[in-house]
Each structure stands twice: as structure tokens, then as C-alpha cells.
């Protein structure tokens, strides 16, 4: 993942898109490479094995108003910050996997299920 530092256009499928600035995109690595040296996107993070960083960023783009968790077209399951409590998993709550039962979404278990079996 990357994140966009200044806007910019490509092309993409014989379509021209822009990056807007502040947004975070999905790139080959090898495709990131040059905007990388031209200074127009940066590394967001390094994925790791870790159910945190499976996780879809919680709430950052959620309105204020928005405080139950729901699942993205992307099936990436989002929590917002201000969410209750009882589904902060990172706050003790209950775990992401009884939270896509409770939207059912069973079919993204496997997706979000720590490989350690926790």
C-alpha cells in the first residue's frame, strides 16, 4: 500500500486516473518503484503475518456519524474508532471473526482468522 504525497496522473487500462493526494493505493511494487523516486507516493507500510495489519484501517475514513462496523465492497471488514466497545478487539472487545458472524459475513472468516489459531 501507498499512500499519495502529490497528485498526479496515470494511465491505467487506456484510462487516465488521478492519484489524488492523501489517498492510499494498492501498486505492484515494481510499478511503485519510479513514483517512489519522483517523490509522488510513499510507502504506507510493510505487511507482516499479523492480524492488525490484516485488518482494514479502522475508521480512518469513516464519517463521525458512522459507529458500526460494516464490510466494504472490497469485502475488507472496517471498525470505526468510535465504534462501541464490545467490537474494539484491539480495546478487548470481541474478536473481528465474531463480528463478521454478527454481520454475516462467515465467508470472510478465513480472511481475518489470526493463523496461529487465536
Known amino acids: 500500500m501507498y499512500k ?20 492510499v493505493i494498492d501498486l505492484p511494487e515494481a ?3 519510479m513514483f517512489i ?3 509522488k ?6 505487511p507482516v503475518d499479523d492480524l492488525d495489519e490484516r485488518m482494514a484501517i479502522m475508521g480512518e475514513n469513516t464519517s463521525p456519524d458512522e459507529v458500526l462496523p460494516y464490510v ?8 470505526p474508532f468510535n465504534s462501541p466497545l464490545r467490537y474494539q478487539y484491539w480495546k478487548g472487545g470481541q474478536s473481528p471473526c465474531d463480528t463478521l458472524k454478527e454481520l454475516g459475513r ?3 472468516i478465513p480472511k481475518y482468522r489470526d493463523p496461529h489459531g487465536n
Open 37 to 39: 523516486q519522483q517523490g
Open 106 to 108: 462467515c465467508d470472510l
Open 31 to 33: 510499478a511503485a518503484t
Open 41 to 46: 507516493i510513499e510507502k504506507v507500510f510493510e
Open 4 to 23: 499519495v504525497v502529490s497528485e498526479f496522473k496515470v494511465k491505467v487500462k487506456g484510462e487516465v486516473m488521478v492519484m489524488v493526494a492523501g489517498s
Open 72 to 79: 466494504t465492497s472490497f469485502d475488507s471488514l472496517v471498525i
